[in-house]
């Protein structure tokens, strides 16, 4: 699919951006790595930022692509069919997710996810730092294009490496998961449902997270909601329980307690010493 997408169209129709000066809606997708989203059919509706209204309502076409630098977000409606390929360039691992949609239907009819192991210290980080940087700037063109075009072709030759042992693809999944509890954090999430969504049990599910990484599944996932609330406490004006629903906890008191084990502080408190 990068293939088709480098060689057989010859610039994008258009390149959006997404943004973090104005307060993102519920159900918004915000995460502390960078995300690139290409449409490679129909239509893809979103609210992101917009220079001069604020937040806008956009429909991005296949042959667009949008670009979300790290804490900034977009929100996708999935109202209109759709085919969306994401690639997500976490700190260690790079994921791709292709996901289509049919207008009306319940849920996706297509989902296919699939990750690589990446260090730092590489030209990819570069070339998405000037992205980043360039988001900020009221003039991206050509510029965009001519990175966006770099930023592909790496990945590409990221995935064209030789083929890996089953060592190797066990610690691509279990980076595959860390992703996608990363990006899902606000939903309810659980073992079960995760080993659902990457076709393994939820023994095997655990057992990864035991040798691969340095924390329970369900830890991994308090970790990465701990570390979302104090991102919005900084950020954002939210109340205490819109602070708790965006991070996946509908009890308003379990939030409080397992912040407070976690951080030793309350959320107010928290909110306290790092604001301004």
């Not at 973090?20 to 893809?44: C, I, K, M, W």
Request: net charge positive; charged share 25%; glycine share 6%.
């Amino acid at each position: 699919m990068l293939d088709v997408l480098l060689t057989e169209r010859e610039h994008f129709q258009r390149i959006w951006f997404g943004g973090d000066q104005h307060t993102p809606p519920a159900f918004s997708y915000q995460v502390n790595f960078p995300r690139l989203e290409l449409v490679v059919a129909g239509t893809y509706v979103n609210e992101i930022e917009d220079g001069e209204h604020g937040v806008a309502r956009v429909s991005i076409h296949a042959g667009d692509a949008l670009y979300v630098p790290p804490n900034c977000w977009n929100k996708p409606d999935w109202n209109e069919s759709c085919s969306v390929l994401s690639l997500l360039f976490g700190r260690r691992q790079l994921g791709f997710s292709l996901v289509s949609k049919e207008k009306g239907a319940q849920g996706f009819f297509d989902v296919r996810k699939h990750s690589v192991q990446t260090r730092t210290g590489h030209a990819i980080d570069h070339i998405l730092e000037s992205l980043n940087a360039l988001a900020r700037e009221p003039n991206k063109k050509p510029m965009d294009e001519h990175l966006l075009a770099a930023l592909l072709s790496y990945s590409k030759q990221l995935l064209s490496q030789p083929e890996y042992d089953s060592k190797k693809r066990s610690e691509d999944l279990y980076q595959g998961i860390c992703i996608y509890i990363q990006e899902n954090f606000h939903r309810p999430i659980s073992r079960t449902s995760i080993a659902q969504r990457f076709n393994i049990s939820p023994n095997h599910l655990s057992r990864m997270f035991r040798q691969q990484g340095h924390m329970t599944m369900a830890d991994y996932i308090t970790w990465v909601r701990m570390d979302r609330a104090k991102f919005m406490l900084k950020r954002y004006d939210f109340r205490l329980t819109e602070v708790a629903n965006r991070c996946g906890y509908q009890d308003v008191n379990y939030f409080f307690r397992v912040f407070k084990s976690r951080t030793g502080m309350t959320p107010s408190d928290y909110r306290g010493q790092h604001s301004g």
